[in-house]
């Protein structure tokens, strides 16, 4: 039957529900566990094939060979577009997905992620595994 | 169209407009509250990603394609990976074709549970609104959880699909879908009794039959002109062949046509997905696709939920496409909108607009002729394509001058 | 003569009518949340939406009458707040009221949708100029509803003077029944008046941008807004008054407070109102006012008129 007003029921009723809206940021919302979010880079795994380099669709990462067998990675998440084909296309599990989605910078070079690993022990101590800030 | 007079006033609906979600120029000449003419420019989201398809990998254009529209996002990437797998000539896993068609049925809820929203919006219904984006959040959080994004879902790559859907997702989303369904059985109440909303939707942006047919419409536009036309039954891509479902049409050729059909598919959807998941094939989701794909081309489609998306696919050997060419549902569906509006009033541009469901991100894209030899750009309209197709396909011997297929969307620029 | 500019200006005149006007304004916007399943804004959001309006830039298009362009928001403000000084709020009267204030009511009431079709029409932008034309257009449909609806209850008691009808209506407390019709059409006149939803045609934010105040920002926009929250709540003063004439007889505090509730009451109701119905199209909103209001409206008198020959008798 037609009249006016049909959602006055549900309305009303509304106010005794709570609201839908997540009061973030003072609420932190944590995304599931295989969300595509920030990447994070395993020095230690990586064999320098570079074929997340090839397979990336905007060059946002970067592999440097820094030594012998050792390569540090160079990730831009302004450019990253989060679609985790470098994880997929890595043969030694090197790269991987976190559920950080929280990457604004107010200074734009801190967007630029180095990830270097733990150097031997014969050369300078260890540096941060997350390089700069 | 009747003729203007002086005291006929042209307003700017868009680019920038608080109607259109996406930039889009309506040139509206109005006497009074009365709608003359319409005149439509599109190109203004246009980001040349068919050209920027053929300097990048396969696996990279697949990510570009993707990211031609945020909402229909998945419907780029599935449709265009069909082309490329019928060009490497891959066969996929059973596993892999369901949960390709999960997803798109998935998108179709939150992308018709959007547009609900956003026809409530624009007659004024902000609850509406409200109300339908909450029960996305649900479809949105499932899709999260299962393909790691809220749009744009990277879950296709060449060969089958790169995620997997657990037994507890699994027992989510049918949880997820009886919640949902309850909440739509409210919509369609609200829908059918609630006075104020008939009232604006019915008997506005009328379509016959035969102008939907002639204006090339698709999708849930033409079903509710009784268009009995969907590619999901006519031509079956992914799962589609295995599982039993209406398409939905509606008689009443209008706006509330639209929203009927588009909240009963939104009923079917709850039924495809739960045939779907509790009939999941077991096995692998991808099969080894090459790097460097045969030369060929294909066309595929795809029932977005917009309408029919058509994607074109030309390899050549190497590891980069080179051709791919997108016909999203909107470019199709524009040009029935300057029909629907002339005569009717300006406070029914808005919801007009908004009931074809306009995503104007996937349809802006060009035609760029570059000369042989001469390196000289060119842009020419419709009209000159259609001249030049003509006298090519003359020279190989064929006359089609008597096909009829005149584009008048945009005007020569 | 000191007493009087204290009403007038301080209390309940001017200042109290603008911190009146955001706290309904408040009350609106946070009710229209909570109905749509929101949080809302916090306490202090209208507040700073006048403040952070009336600290911007006053941007004036160089095609405009500079003068009617300024004044226009001024009028609209000046008239909703004269209005207001002859509704009664705590006692029978006010001290300017006079026999026949009714009637000047009303009249004040119009100027502000006066204004708006001024300030649109001389903003010289397509998307004003039919919003001023929209606004109206409805004007001529809501406005019969209204005074129909106003004047029947002045009929039975037999006084063109609020404070004079207030106090009629203390006397005899059961006669109010008659005008509840009033009371009906006498809402949906006013959210007609207040451009609210369903009929928010002028200010369609979806069709015309923002209607009569596209080309408006700054303090004039904010003096436009004010200006209609105002006249909200002295719309909603006005209904309370004539057709709610209750508790009056308290005095004192006791007739303040529930001179307070019965107008939030009423913003509570257009808050619902807002949230439930669908904006209607101009030609749509004519022809219910003039095929259904009106005749009510009409209706109300006829029922007052019989009754006051009942009584008299």
Redesign the interface.
Known sequence: ????????R???S??L?K???V?YPFVKVT??K???GRLRFYAERCIGCRLCM????TDAIQIRKIADKQFEADIDMAKC?????CV?SCLKKALE?TPDFELAQLDKNNLRQTFRGQPPASQKPPEDPQGKP | MSETRSRDVTIPIGPQHPALKEPTSFSVTLSGEKILQVGVRLGYNHRGIEKACESRSFIQSLYLIERVCGICSHSHSSCFVQAVEEIAGLQLPHRAMYLRTIIAELERLHSHLLWLGVAGHEIGFDTLLMYTWRDREIVMDLLAAITGNRVNYGMNTFGGVRRDISPEQKADILKAMDTLEERTKYYISVATEETTLIQRLSGVGVLSHDDAIRLGAVGPTARASNVKRDIRKDDPYAAYDQVPFEVITSDLNDVYGRTLVRVRELMESYKLIRHLLNSLPDGPIAVKAPRKMPAGEAVSRYEAPRGENVHYVRANGSEKPERVKVRAPTLANVQAVAHMLIDRYLADLPIVVAAIDPCFSCTDRLIDLTREGGGRCDVITWGQLHDYSLRWYKKQGMDLSKLNSRFKCGESS | MAGDLFYILIFPGFLFLVVFALVADYIDRKLHAKFQNRIGPPWYQPLADLIKLAAKEDLIPRQVDPWLFKLAPVFAVTAVVTAALYIPIWRHGTPMSFNGDVIVVLYLLTIPTVTFFLGGWYSRSVYSMIGAARSIMQLFAYEIPLFLSILAPALLADSWSLGGMSLFYAHHPWYALFNVVGLFTALIALLGKLERVPFDIPEAETEIVAGSFTEYSGRLLAMFRLALSIEMIVGAALIAAVFLPFGLNLGGPAAFGLYLVKVLGIVALIALARTVFARLRIDQMINFCWQFVAPVAFLQVIIDLIAKGVIAR
Do not use: E, N, W
């Open positions: 039957m037609k009249h006016p007003g049909r959602m006055v549900q309305v009303l509304s106010l529900r609201p839908a809206t009061r995304m599931p295989r969300f595509r090839r397979d990336c669709p577009i989060y679609c985790a084909q997929d997905s």
